[in-house]
């Protein structure tokens, strides 16, 4: 077998299937691939192609902002944690491309701890859960056969409707990473009774979003952590947070 040789290399965008096999046969190419279009007919159809670059030192974290009031309790922060369901929304924002983890570093470096225990959706472990934040003298739950929410005691007495809010990188997101948020908003309404608005920031406006923790309670956010480094030095930059 003699490996042909390539002198040229012709891109043509919008080629017809046609004028290829032409070419082919007139010896005008003589290498041709065929890439096909996600649609119904290939004749004259342009391409749209994603170059996504995946690294097993990037990070996709879930944000908390502990300094809210009712976010500051441990047992309503697992309550959350337990709300959302990680492996649905990990396969409709990554299909099959990443990992869970609960190890404060990533798989690929050496402080990485695959034995950390993580809080997963279980039906089991939200009730269990649920009986220990409605024994908690600021927060009850409100429920009827239909709907239940949770409600928050104020500091001047008063009881409210928890209401969150997620922000994420709008520029930085791809489409199926935003409907994997929209999914976890649906699941802390059903399972908690918690009013949940997704609000997008741009990307030049992130970093000064996040250092403004009044204006959100839960983060979608993205990093790269180089090899043999943990997440501290990024804890360190954002003191107010908590994975």
Request: charged share 35%; net charge positive; aromatic share 10%.
């Amino acid at each position: 077998f003699r490996k042909p040789k390539i002198k040229n290399i012709d891109i043509r965008y919008n080629a017809l299937k046609s004028d290829i096999i032409n070419d082919l046969e007139d010896k005008t190419i003589n290498l041709a691939i065929d890439i096909p279009y996600p649609g119904s007919s290939f004749e004259g159809a342009s391409s749209e192609f994603k170059i996504k670059e995946y690294s097993n030192n990037s990070l996709n974290l879930f944000l908390v902002n502990h300094q809210k009031g009712y976010l500051s309790n441990l047992i309503f922060r697992k309550a959350i944690a337990y709300a959302i369901n990680r492996d649905n929304a990990q396969g409709q924002a990554f299909q099959g491309r990443s990992v869970s983890i609960n190890s404060a570093a990533t798989t690929s470096s050496s402080r990485y701890n695959p034995n950390i225990e993580g809080y997963d959706f279980r039906k089991r472990k939200m009730k269990k859960i649920l009986k220990k934040l409605e024994k908690e003298k600021r927060f009850k739950l409100e429920e009827t056969r239909t709907r239940k929410e949770l409600m928050y005691k104020t500091d001047d007495g008063k009881w409210e409707k928890i209401e969150l809010v997620i922000i994420y990188n709008y520029n930085d997101s791809e489409s199926e990473e935003i409907t994997a948020l929209e999914n976890i908003q649906q699941s802390l309404r059903d399972e908690l009774g918690i009013k949940v608005k997704l609000r997008k920031v741009q990307r030049t406006n992130w970093k000064s979003k996040l250092r403004k923790p009044k204006q959100w309670d839960l983060a979608y956010d993205k990093i790269i952590i180089e090899e043999g480094e943990s997440l501290d030095s990024y804890y360190a930059s954002y003191g107010f947070l908590n994975k």
